[in-house]
């Protein structure tokens, strides 16, 4: 009797020694730190994994997206999204708002740059669009649930101090509790209306710089602007033409 219950005594001791380490070990874990030491650059990360390809049509332009949901850990960001964005649209440069739930009010809207680089607030003005975010979490203890991303090819005018959307594409990537990996969000085609809201956020940071109001030849409004006009010339020639004959044949 008093062997079983010294057998029993062990047995429970083992397994909450087990217990509390297995809690040790929940409560300390922390994500990969930024690889620094990664050999690969994203282009590689991407590219040299298992990538995903999507064409999403963005007012009226396509943009050709390629993207791993989570990059591995000889990556700069293990485990999270890595991305590259190209467009056969005329575009310079690209713009990237980035929206967060984090608490902290500077990180919940903000201008994404290419390492805080002179280019500010243009991401980058290479022709195509590369990033690959990092956040550190734990297993109990997220910063934020997700982030955002709108990416936006644009054409800039710096003589004339224009700006003009070509297409977007939302991407990014969530955080849950008890969850060891980012959740990627699908790429997706922005909209005019995205683009109407996030242009008043660059509008506070592109001083010497005039985003164009009118629609972009692109913009399903564009044309029917311009067939509305186009009536109206033909409508004003024929007017003038009938005018012409009445005051010279009759």
């Known amino acids: ?37 990664g050999k690969r650059n994203i282009y590689n990360c991407i590219y040299d994994g298992n990538y995903e390809t999507i064409a999403p049509t963005s007012m009226g332009q396509v943009l050709n997206v390629n993207y791993v949901r989570n990059a591995d850990t000889a990556c700069i960001n293990p485990y999270f999204p890595a991305i590259h964005i190209a467009t056969e649209a005329e575009h310079n440069a690209w713009l990237h708002v980035v929206y967060t739930d984090t608490t902290s009010p500077k990180w919940q809207q903000f201008i994404d740059t290419v390492d805080n680089s002179k280019s500010y607030p243009f991401y980058t003005t290479d022709q195509d669009f590369f990033d690959a975010p990092h956040w550190r979490y734990t297993l109990f203890s997220k910063p934020l649930k997700f982030w955002k991303g709108h990416a936006y090819a644009v054409k800039v005018n710096h003589k004339n101090g224009t700006i003009q959307c070509v297409g977007g594409v939302e991407w990014g990537f969530q955080l849950s509790y008890f969850s060891t990996r980012p959740k990627s969000i699908t790429p997706s085609a922005l909209t005019h209306q995205d683009w109407k809201k996030d242009r008043s956020i660059f509008k506070t940071t592109l001083k010497g ?42």
């Open 1 to 37: 009797m008093i062997k079983n219950t010294a057998i029993k005594l062990v047995g429970i001791f083992l397994i909450s020694i087990s217990v509390l380490w297995l809690l040790k070990v929940a409560y300390t874990w922390k994500n990969p730190d930024v690889n620094r030491n």
């Open 209 to 250: 710089y005039r985003v164009i109001e009118w629609p972009a030849p692109c913009d399903p409004e564009f044309e029917r602007l311009s067939s509305v006009f186009k009536n109206i010339e033909i409508f004003l020639v024929d007017i003038y033409f009938t005018s012409f004959l009445t005051a010279n044949f009759f």
